[in-house]
């Protein structure tokens, strides 16, 4: 594709900006406070707003503005909600921002073959209430309601379900983007597995928009289980958490979801949301099953349970119970956040094989007091994956050095333990610096598929592969 002779980089935004305008009329913005919206990090990272938003309606569209940025050589940075936590909407070198949410359609929902073709823009609490009265269920679930399916695949979210469910790597099937040249490429087909090449959908999956722009995703649905059982258990300890989560997967108990919440972040949760639970470790259960088979599997989890030194065990049927129950476990984020006002927020996010999680746990935890941080966790422990979340006064460089300090050897820690920075909330610009400790020679492979199918460097840069040094 030919690229237009403009010296500037301002007059390549500028002429860009003008033919969106031309092209698109109101659905083009460059106020200021769209575009620091736009830029929205929800962490300490600098907020870098694009030069201008812009909110296709279809596919075809999608193409149109990509391809106007690769011939003006104008970055493009993908926009679902902006609710991801390592900088990944950010612009630092400007650009387009597309945000995807005007492209909000359920396409088509096949519940002979448990499956469905939604838009990026839709979120997944819009596609689980369209769901609803045909019996199914889209399980992936990041705390935040939000969130769309676009962004999700593009973070390889997870979330309180994978224990059960998988994660987006597992529960998308296919997908429709738009490569950095324009070009539409579909890849992957209805069926359930094929061997047909290489994989496409993983790739743009976890890309983080940049490799391209996912327009319209096919995902895997679930029956809504015949019933659905809630507990909370106490423990003595964190390692008996640990090992009461590490029997009940290997015996193979139907827990859809199994979280943690250190004594913390109990303390946090219980002043939020209202609750009286003892600030000793606890698990945040919720079992799918039969009207026999969810009954058992409690009463299995709770022997074992009390094995590994539980001390309170309670389980809750009724619906509005449950979701009082996990509603204050999904806002443990906002918990934290309104626990110590003055404070930001940093979510963390390291993940280590479940053998290896009490000791995780346990040593960040002697880290955290060691430093006098404030830092509650909570953990996806039935994956490993967990989150310290230190709450830090911007205004005390000794306590930012401190959070920094923390941060290194938190991550350090994880992949040491044949670990990983990110068990799911993506790279962005915070997790750069650790893919090289994590993948050696494999991100210098990542570069290279990074300059074959985004050669010009438009698609979301800055983000994931650094620059070569
Ligand atoms: C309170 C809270 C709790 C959270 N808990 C979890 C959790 O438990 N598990 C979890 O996985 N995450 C969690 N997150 C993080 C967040 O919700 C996820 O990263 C989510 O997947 C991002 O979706 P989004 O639509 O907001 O994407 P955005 O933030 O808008 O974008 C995320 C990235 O994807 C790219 N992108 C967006 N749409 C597209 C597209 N259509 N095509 C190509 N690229 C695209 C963007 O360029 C960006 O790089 C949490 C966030 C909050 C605020």
Not at 264 to 280: F, G, I, P, R, T
Not at 337 to 352: S, Y
Request: aromatic share 6%.
């Amino acid at each position: 594709m030919a690229s237009v002779e403009i010296q500037g980089t301002a007059e390549r935004v500028a002429a860009v900006i003008g033919i969106l305008r031309q092209r698109f009329g109101d659905r083009v913005q460059t106020g200021e406070a769209m575009r620091r919206q736009h830029g929205h990090t929800l962490t300490w990272i600098t907020n870098q707003p694009p030069d201008v938003v812009v909110w296709p309606e279809s596919t075809a569209e999608v193409s149109e503005i990509v391809a106007l940025a690769a011939r003006y050589r104008v970055p493009v940075i993908p926009f679902g909600a902006g609710t991801s936590l390592e900088g990944q909407v950010n612009a630092p070198r400007g650009g387009i921002s597309i945000d995807l949410q005007r492209m909000n359609n359920v396409l088509e929902v096949n519940d002979r073959d448990l499956d469905c073709v939604v838009q990026a823009g839709v979120s997944r609490k819009q596609l689980n209430d369209y769901l609803r009265d045909k019996g199914l269920f889209f399980p992936v679930d990041p705390g935040a309601e939000e969130a769309t399916i676009g962004g999700m695949a593009s973070t390889r979210a997870s979330g309180t379900n994978a224990v059960r469910y998988g994660t987006m790597r597992e529960n998308v099937l296919f997908l429709t983007a738009v490569l950095a040249d324009g070009r539409v490429v579909k890849t992957g087909t209805r069926a359930r597995k094929s061997a047909a090449g290489y994989d496409l959908t993983r790739l743009l999956i976890g890309a983080e928009g940049t490799l391209g722009v996912i327009t319209e995703i096919g995902l895997r649905l679930y029956g809504i289980p015949e019933v659905v059982l809630s507990a909370v258990c106490t423990f003595e300890t964190l390692e008996g958490a640990c090992n009461a989560t590490i029997q009940a997967i290997q015996m193979g108990l139907g827990i859809a979801r199994i979280e943690l919440l250190d004594e913390m972040q109990v303390y946090a949760v219980n002043k939020h949301a209202k609750l009286s639970l003892e600030q000793v470790p606890t698990l945040f259960l919720e079992f799918h099953g039969t009207q026999v088979s969810a009954p058992d599997q409690v009463t299995q989890f709770e022997a074992i349970a009390r094995e590994e030194g539980a001390r309170k065990f309670d389980w809750a049927e009724r619906e509005e119970d449950r979701r009082r129950l996990w509603k204050a476990r999904h806002d443990a984020y906002w918990s934290v956040k309104g626990g110590w006002p003055g404070r930001e927020a940093l979510a963390t996010d390291v993940c280590v094989p479940i053998s290896r999680l009490a000791e995780c746990v346990r040593e960040t935890q002697a880290d955290i007091k060691r430093c006098g941080l404030i830092a509650p966790i909570v953990g996806h422990v039935g994956d490993g994956n967990f989150h310290a979340q230190p709450m830090v006064d911007l205004s005390n460089p000794a306590e930012v050095e401190a959070v920094k300090g923390f941060l290194e050897r938190l991550v350090a820690r994880a992949q040491a333990m044949g670990g990983t920075c990110t068990g799911e909330h993506g790279v962005g610009q915070g997790k750069m610096k650790y893919l090289e400790a994590e993948h050696g020679i494999g991100l210098s492979v990542m570069r290279q598929i990074k300059a074959t199918l985004d050669p010009l460097d438009i698609m979301n840069p800055g983000k994931i592969v650094p620059d070569p040094a």
